[in-house]
């Protein structure tokens, strides 16, 4: 019987859950590793479950229309491909802002979507804020919001998706993520482990296993504030509470509850785990997912792990940083 479908939208999510067998092997684990790979997803990364929540969302809300509204996002990379993908689809024009340090690929692939993508680096306000600020995304971010409030009372037809404040964002991952994550697993996992970058992933995952579970312990792994090599995540313990993720925040406090423990990434740990990754398994993943994996790396040699699942979030594929330094060795 033919399946045919009318739109890429229509593949988002269902993503694969795949046991790590030769990296488990290879440093010795005797818990189970199981990545939850992203790539999988049409547009090649988990951000498409947002952006097309967030799109669809404010649709039926009648907040944008096709061939009118033109779809404004500032990125790392992953959300803006993702945004001018979907606009694409469903006729948008697109405004990237992509943040500085991000693979030439991830600008191409946008513009190759039909976006209008401007570096951060060319708006000397947004550069200013970022220096005075060690580059923090959410100070960048609501700067930004400034700007389109400015275009919006001069009557332009835009929409700022804003991935960081939406609060979709968490809920399209409780909604699809975590409740995949859960179904793939029967219930029967002991940890998930997700870097954190607007935290809506490990909201969302974590909101729904806990709904599920108390038992099932759940890893936040961030760069250390001053980490300017993982890109895409973001440091929120060491910084003041009104540059942490809105996602990981309640009542201007750092919401309890969401995650049993954080670790700070170690950059060259992290590439060495998706170095390792890709000639073990043939599983070629970005810098965030190496240094989830690099995380459930060190739980995993706990012993109280030992013989249990531990689920592993990879966000996006290793074919977006082949410019970079992280395949290079």
């Known amino acids: 019987m033919a399946k045919i479908y009318e739109s890429l939208t229509e593949l988002v999510g269902h993503t694969p859950l795949v046991r790590l067998h030769g990296y488990e092997k290879l440093h010795g684990l005797k818990a189970y590793l199981l990545a939850k790979v992203e790539y999988f997803n049409p547009i090649g990364s988990i951000k498409d479950r947002i952006v097309l929540r967030i799109i669809e969302d404010a649709e039926k809300e009648g907040k944008i229309i096709p061939g009118k509204t033109t779809l404004i996002e500032y990125t790392s990379g992953n959300t803006g491909i993702a945004v001018s993908a979907i606009g694409a689809m469903k006729g948008y024009k697109v405004q990237i802002f992509l943040q500085e340090g991000v693979s030439r690929e991830r600008l191409q692939v946008m513009k190759a979507f039909g976006a209008n993508v401007t570096k951060i680096g060319d708006v000397p306000e947004l550069q200013d804020a970022l220096k005075a600020t060690n580059n923090d995304f959410v100070a960048a971010t609501n700067l930004l919001k400034q700007h389109i409030r400015d275009r919006q009372a001069a009557g332009d037809s835009i929409y700022f998706v804003d991935q960081m404040i939406n609060p979709l964002n968490p809920k399209a991952h409780h909604d699809t993520t975590g409740k995949e994550i859960w179904e793939d697993t029967d219930g029967k996992l002991a940890a998930v482990v997700a870097s954190v970058g607007t935290a809506g992933t ?105 013989g249990k699942d531990i689920v592993v979030v990879f966000p996006d594929t290793g074919l977006r940083y082949l410019s970079t330094d992280l395949f290079s060795e």
């Open 202 to 306: 490990i909201r969302g995952i974590s909101d729904y296993i806990r709904e599920q579970s108390k038992e099932v312990k759940i890893f936040a792994v961030e760069p250390s504030a001053d980490d300017k090599v993982l890109t895409g995540i973001h440091n929120f313990t060491d910084v003041p509470i009104e540059r942490v993720p809105p996602s990981l925040k309640s009542d201007n406090e750092l919401k309890k509850g969401v995650y049993d423990e954080v670790f700070v990434g170690d950059p060259k740990g992290a590439f060495q785990a998706a170095r390792d990754l890709a000639k073990t398994d043939g599983v070629l993943v970005g810098n965030s997912s190496g240094a989830a994996l690099w995380g459930a790396t060190k739980i995993a040699q706990r012993p109280e792990f030992a």
